[in-house]
């Protein structure tokens, strides 16, 4: 802060913006690129790397659905919960817990939201479609 007589006037705190040309500015509309897998499947090649195929292949130990179809048949499940947010939702698919109580104490928000035999017949929906390989 410094005094300019007896006004006191406010030291900038931010850095100064840069100056971005093109197309990188988001200015009224916002450009995104996104790549959607599903519908640009045929498009899009994915980079073959080192980091691509070390991901792949942590992928394909450690997830829980092996097929895509299997993958799908949980989304499926899971867009038909109503009552749970969609971060509810993607925990309950990706945690598989085994139990309701488990699902309880590791997202406590479904305590009010399910009784524990509602909760623990979707965990036995989903581990049903779950590969043990």
Same mark, same amino acid.
Request: charged share 30%.
């Given at each position: ?12 705190? #931010? /850095? #100064? ?20 897998? /599903?519908?640009? #499947? ?7 790397? @080192?980091?691509?195929? +070390?991901?792949? #292949? ?7 659905? +092996? ?7 949980? @989304? ?12 509810? +939702? ?10 309701? @109580?488990?699902? +309880? ?22 581990? /049903? ?5």
């Amino acid at each position: 802060m410094t005094t300019n007589g007896s006004v006191f006037t406010q030291t900038p705190t #931010a /850095r #100064a913006k840069e100056n971005v040309l093109g197309d990188e500015e988001a200015g009224k509309e916002l450009k995104l690129v996104i790549f959607d897998h /599903r519908r640009d #499947a045929q498009k899009f090649k994915v980079p073959d790397n @080192e980091i691509v195929t +070390k991901t792949g #292949a942590y992928l394909e130990v450690f997830s829980r659905f +092996k097929q895509q179809e299997t993958a799908q048949a949980v @989304e499926r499940i899971m867009v038909g919960q109503t009552g749970l947010s969609s971060f509810e +939702k993607a925990q309950l698919g990706s945690l598989c817990c085994d139990t309701a @109580e488990e699902a +309880k104490t590791l997202i406590p928000s479904l305590a009010d939201k399910r009784s524990d035999d509602d909760l623990q017949n979707l965990l036995d929906e989903i581990t /049903r479609l779950r590969q043990f390989v």
